[in-house]
């Protein structure tokens, strides 16, 4: 409980009275006052209950509504607010009565949102109560799924809905069991279902349809070169949200998709399953970049045995010295998968190059500028020497690149 300005005021009014007013009738004011301060604070402290309506799970940059109301009146006027932290961004933070807000993470991981704080005043105006309404909750920000949702819808219902596409494939000598039949006298003998022809008492056959679902893997590098600032972002921040792009296509189109996070050891594993998606993004969510070099041969023995897949490799193209372990360890991968590089172009650099320079330092910029892509270029003609696809592409369009590149892979039958 708080006293008021308006208490405070009427208290200097009575101390200015006591220079006219006989001392009796001073203390008389003054523990009048006091009396109506405290009865007043007291009602303040009769608060109803708060309704509050937020969504636990977020998107990195979109706006989420965010409502706060007392459930029933307020003896006197009531303002709550919404503390939050660093990364999360509330307009408007606080308001009279109830509050109406809109949230929006500016990165990704686990938050903790403070509980709602609130103020309440007596109806005199004399006496006021702050306090908190319930506990703090955990508020999960994942990658930028609006994005990852449009590619998949553009996904159903584009040209890719061919046969490369389809969950089942045509009938056959396959590994996918369908069904039993009656034996036909072309049948080979590993089709024979020796139970089903014992307990029916005539020839029986299984039936396997060959199969047409493949696996997707996507390799994130979250070492130190993934730390690099990037239009808002980090590489990493890219990187994740392509990869839970790919993740949504994959699952569209009857894929198995699996991801793993590496720095100097293995940080999230998530083996690849049908329906998928889901278990990638909330595996990969709130993923961190390291300050140490990535190893890049232990991530790729942990893949390189497994079914042929199409294996995206997230990472950074720097220079030669700096991309050595990956060109030295691509191959590796390359003898068994298919697989391609990817690298969030940086706009900046070409930037540099392309715009006319004003100044003598414009010039050494450029220059500077065009050796860093000469060089990435030079890393880029390395690894697809060794059977790597290599793809670049602006951070705002790479996640559309790494879905076009794994369907394109998937329809020519790469995988």
């Known amino acids: 409980m708080s006293l008021t300005p308006r208490t405070a005021l009427i208290l200097g009014a009575i101390a200015l009275g006591a220079l006219i007013l006989p001392p009796g009738v001073v203390g008389l004011l003054t523990v009048a006052l006091l009396g109506a301060t405290v009865g007043d604070a007291l009602r303040a402290k009769r608060v109803p209950p708060m309704d509050q309506s937020t969504s ?44 109406d807000a809109r949230v929006v993470p500016a990165r990704r991981g686990r938050y903790t949102l403070p509980a709602p704080a609130f103020r309440t005043v007596g109806p005199l105006g004399l006496g006021c109560y702050y306090g908190r309404f319930a506990v703090d909750r955990e508020v999960l920000v994942y990658p930028d799924m609006p994005t990852a949702w449009r590619l998949a819808l553009s996904v159903r219902r584009s040209r890719y809905r061919d046969a490369g596409d389809r969950r089942r494939g045509p009938l056959g000598l396959g590994t996918e069991f369908e069904s039993i039949r009656d034996y036909l006298p072309d049948d080979d003998i590993r089709q024979v279902n020796w139970r089903a022809t014992a307990r029916l008492g005539r020839p029986m056959s299984n039936q396997y349809r060959i199969e047409q679902d493949r696996d997707v893997i996507c390799l994130i590098d979250s070492g130190r070169l993934m ?108 003898r068994r998968h298919a697989v391609a590089v990817v690298s969030a172009a940086d706009s900046d650099l070409q930037g540099l190059v392309t715009r006319r320079p004003a100044t003598p330092a414009d010039v050494y910029r450029a220059a500077a500028a065009l050796e860093v892509l000469n060089a990435r270029e030079r890393v880029a003609a390395s690894l697809r020497a060794t059977g790597a696809e290599v793809l670049e592409a602006p951070v705002d369009k790479l996640a559309a690149a790494c879905v076009d590149a794994y369907l394109r892979a998937k329809v020519r039958a790469r995988l």
Do not use: W
């Not at 808002?232 to 894929?255: H, I, K, M, P, Y």
């Open 56 to 99: 636990d799970i977020m998107s990195r940059g979109v706006a989420s509504p965010l409502r706060l109301s007392a459930e029933g009146s307020t003896p006197g006027s009531f303002r709550m607010r919404q503390p939050a932290p660093p990364d999360l961004a509330i307009d408007p933070a606080e308001d009279d009565g109830g509050l």
């Open 227 to 334: 730390t690099a600032p990037l239009e808002g972002r980090t590489r990493l921040d890219a990187a994740v949200d392509a990869t839970a792009a790919v993740a949504l296509v994959a699952d569209e189109v009857g894929d198995r998709c699996g991801a793993l996070a590496f720095d100097g050891r293995v940080q999230r594993n998530i083996s690849p399953q049908r329906k998928g998606g889901n278990a990638v993004v909330r595996g990969i969510f709130d993923l961190e970049p390291a300050t140490q070099d990535s190893d890049y041969e232990l991530a790729f023995r942990h893949v390189s045995g497994l079914k042929r897949s199409y294996v995206l490799v997230f990472t950074d193209l720097l220079e030669e010295a700096a991309a050595r372990p990956l060109i030295e360890a691509v191959p590796v991968l390359a």
